[in-house]
């Protein structure tokens, strides 16, 4: 008897990754049905009569210790599977051999809503009640599947396991393979009497309402996840999560930046030269803003923690408010003549205006450096 080791062409502490791996490389070369060679068939057995040994662990200590070896009597012995065959030339045969019937039940679809907000409802939180279009579990069966009072039957096609088996040719000769049951679909069981109102599904489409809660300080964009409100699978299989998409409308008053609100205000050209408190109805009330003396327009006054609601941390952004000097139109006769007496008294009855430097970006300012300007 030849040494099952030299057969392989391994050593005798081969691991098993190496023992299928020499197997599968002798395999592939000696099968009668891949070479001409009329040796081939000989060897073919000695090295499948080898793999056998070797590739179980109680056959190959038992060849270790010089004793008999169950089933090794040449070819395809007992305990040699199809499997090990395909697992030389595929890398994996008889891969779902075994596995048993797929379930019906499975986990259902995550489901994404958009929801309209305020700023208000954005910047500070609050609750929404909506109404969800999803499945549900079916309230005729409760996701059996079936017409009350019925219920699955067996498979007669593949008496439950959820595949057959079947002879097709190949390079080997004839093969079994192994398909899903195109009777029960590979479910093991078929429905003698499916439900009339979700047609065997175990859930059917219908529209719930849903209260959900706004957190504080949402922006457009923002994702909340509501655990288990999405889809129920099908027969009744667990519901997959709710994702609720926040789009925040615009305001007609305050713009946001992050967590801070941003508004213009508008200022009478004497408030903003002699200052003045002036008030501002914000989202949440109405604040103060104080106008310095001499103010101009397009400065900004700055309200701590009058902005939004920080989303994950403690805290608000600010309120920019950004002052617009106004000018007055249609004066009567005295508010002009008080006018001019101040223009008088400010040297300013024919003032010389005086140039501002225009605004220059950063690629013009590059451009007149290189050029020497």
């Given at each position: 008897?030849?040494?099952?080791?030299?057969?392989?062409?391994?050593?005798?502490?081969?691991?098993?990754?190496?023992?299928?791996?020499?197997?599968?490389?002798?395999?592939?070369?000696?099968?009668p049905d891949v070479t001409d060679d009329p040796e081939a068939g000989d060897r073919f057995k000695e090295v499948s009569q080898a793999y056998e040994t070797l590739s179980n662990p109680d056959k190959r200590a038992a060849y270790d210790r010089g004793g008999s070896v169950?089933?090794?009597?040449?070819?395809?012995?007992?305990?040699?599977?199809?499997?090990?065959?395909?697992?030389?030339?595929?890398?994996?045969?008889?891969?779902?051999?075994?596995?048993?019937?797929?379930?019906?039940?499975?986990?259902?679809?995550?489901?994404?809503?958009?929801?309209?907000?305020?700023?208000?409802?954005?910047?500070?939180?609050?609750?929404?009640?909506?109404?969800?279009?999803?499945?549900?579990?079916?309230?005729?069966?409760?996701?059996?599947?079936?017409?009350?009072?019925?219920?699955?039957?067996?498979?007669?096609?593949?008496?439950?396991?959820?595949?057959?088996?079947?002879?097709?040719?190949?390079?080997?000769?004839?093969?079994?393979?192994?398909?899903?049951?195109?009777?029960?679909?590979?479910?093991?069981?078929?429905?003698?009497?499916?439900?009339?109102?979700?047609?065997?599904?175990?859930?059917?489409?219908?529209?719930?309402?849903?209260?959900?809660?706004?957190?504080?300080?949402?922006?457009?964009?923002?994702?909340?996840?509501?655990?288990?409100?999405?889809?129920?699978?099908?027969?009744?299989?667990?519901?997959?999560?709710?994702?609720?998409?926040?789009?925040?409308?615009?305001?007609?008053?305050?713009?946001?930046?992050?967590?801070?609100?941003?508004?213009?205000?508008?200022?009478?050209?004497?408030?903003?030269?002699?200052?003045?408190?002036?008030?501002?109805?914000?989202?949440?009330?109405?604040?103060?803003?104080?106008?310095?003396?001499?103010?101009?327009?397009?400065?900004?006054?700055?309200?701590?923690?009058?902005?939004?609601?920080?989303?994950?941390?403690?805290?608000?952004?600010?309120?920019?408010?950004?002052?617009?000097?106004?000018?007055?139109?249609?004066?009567?006769?005295?508010?002009?003549?008080?006018?001019?007496?101040?223009?008088?008294?400010?040297?300013?009855?024919?003032?010389?205006?005086?140039?501002?430097?225009?605004?220059?970006?950063?690629?013009?300012?590059?451009?007149?450096?290189?050029?020497?300007?």
């Amino acid at each position: 008897m030849s040494d099952y080791y030299d057969v392989l062409g391994v050593s005798r502490d081969a691991s098993a990754e190496d023992i299928k791996r020499a197997y599968r490389k002798l395999a592939r070369k000696l099968h009668p049905d891949v070479t001409d060679d009329p040796e081939a068939g000989d060897r073919f057995k000695e090295v499948s009569q080898a793999y056998e040994t070797l590739s179980n662990p109680d056959k190959r200590a038992a060849y270790d210790r010089g004793g008999s070896v169950p089933g090794a009597a040449g070819g395809f012995g007992a305990g040699f599977g199809f499997s090990d065959i395909m697992d030389a030339f595929f890398g994996q045969g008889g891969a779902g051999r075994g596995a048993g019937p797929a379930s019906r039940t499975q986990r259902g679809q995550d489901a994404l809503i958009r929801v309209d907000v305020d700023l208000a409802e954005a910047a500070f939180g609050g609750e929404r009640s909506i109404q969800v279009d999803t499945a549900v579990l079916c309230p005729t069966c409760k996701g059996t599947c079936c017409q009350p009072g019925t219920s699955p039957e067996t498979c007669d096609i593949c008496h439950g396991q959820g595949s057959v088996q079947r002879v097709v040719r190949s390079l080997l000769g004839q093969v079994m393979t192994t398909a899903p049951c195109p009777t029960c679909h590979g479910f093991g069981t078929v429905l003698p009497s499916p439900c009339l109102e979700c047609s065997g599904e175990g859930r059917v489409r219908a529209r719930r309402p849903l209260t959900i809660r706004i957190p504080a300080g949402v922006d457009t964009g923002t994702r909340i996840q509501l655990a288990s409100q999405g889809e129920v699978g099908p027969a009744g299989g667990p519901p997959g999560d709710l994702y609720v998409e926040i789009h925040e409308r615009p305001h007609p008053v305050f713009h946001r930046s992050g967590d801070d609100l941003l508004c213009t205000l508008q200022v009478p050209m004497t408030a903003a030269a002699l200052g003045a408190t002036i008030p501002l109805e914000t989202l949440d009330g109405e604040v103060d803003v104080d106008v310095r003396p001499g103010a101009q327009a397009g400065e900004t006054v700055t309200l701590k923690q009058r902005g939004a609601e920080h989303l994950r941390a403690q805290g608000r952004g600010d309120l920019l408010v950004t002052l617009e000097v106004t000018t007055p139109r249609d004066l009567d006769d005295e508010q002009e003549e008080l006018l001019r007496r101040l223009a008088e008294l400010r040297g300013e009855v024919r003032p010389a205006g005086k140039l501002s430097p225009a605004h220059q970006g950063v690629f013009s300012k590059l451009r007149d450096r290189f050029s020497g300007r």
